[in-house]
């Protein structure tokens, strides 16, 4: 049987593009015990983004889809990761509604929000406005960060060893609902330049298709 050189060609892009991505992320929920019908993702830079005396910074997002949020809440106040058994100090790079309306502390989340005690290791991110991460929102939350490790310290990159929480509130501020506190699973965040470089191995893949026809 003859095989067409357009079918090779689809194969070999194909090929090329299950190569060139990296691990996708492992999103928690919506059916998990205190998801409440959104989902969660934990991603990490695998190149740590910078370092001083005693950390290692590595940028952290946490993306929070609330297409399908099944609680009472107006809005989400507080979220919180853990990466790490220990953490000297987390900042905020970006946030809903700007990095300007959260302030970003070291420590976890209880029913009253982030406990700013720097303890076990969690970052913590409170807002500063009711009208930032609202819902109902049929879409995606986005929180970055910069998690300063003591040197030496592994991240938590086996499945589900990572830790992701969040607080949902009602208008007067309260929380409603289950506190979010799960599991998740580490993962390498696609960096910009693969997106790149399978385009360019695309294109030459069917430019050396056009010259052979």
């Not at 090329?16 to 989902?39: E, F, H, K, N, V």
């Amino acid at each position: 049987m003859k095989v067409r050189p357009k079918l090779i060609l689809i194969a070999a892009a194909l090929l090329l593009i299950a190569s060139a991505r990296p691990a996708a992320a492992d999103p928690i929920g919506p059916d998990c015990g205190t998801c409440q019908g959104s989902t969660y993702e934990l991603l990490y830079d695998p190149v740590p983004v910078g370092s001083n005396a005693t950390s290692t910074i590595w940028e952290i997002t946490l993306r929070i889809d609330t297409t399908g949020y099944t609680g009472s809440g107006v809005r989400i106040d507080d979220v919180a990761f853990k990466i790490s058994p220990n953490l000297n100090g987390v900042t905020l790079l970006d946030a809903p509604g700007g990095a300007g309306n959260w302030t970003a502390l070291s420590g976890g989340i209880n029913a009253g929000g982030c406990q700013g005690n720097g303890a076990n290791g969690f970052g913590c991110a409170t807002s500063n406005s009711t009208s930032v991460a609202t819902l109902p929102f049929a879409g995606i939350y986005e929180w970055e960060f910069n998690a300063f490790l003591p040197i030496g310290t592994s991240l938590k990159i086996d499945p589900l060893d990572a830790s992701v929480k969040a607080r949902y509130v009602t208008a007067n501020g309260d929380k409603v609902g289950d506190l979010v506190s799960e599991g998740s699973t580490l993962q390498v965040v696609p960096e910009p330049g693969t997106a790149l470089l399978l385009l360019f191995g695309i294109a030459g893949i069917a430019r050396v298709g056009a010259a052979r026809r």
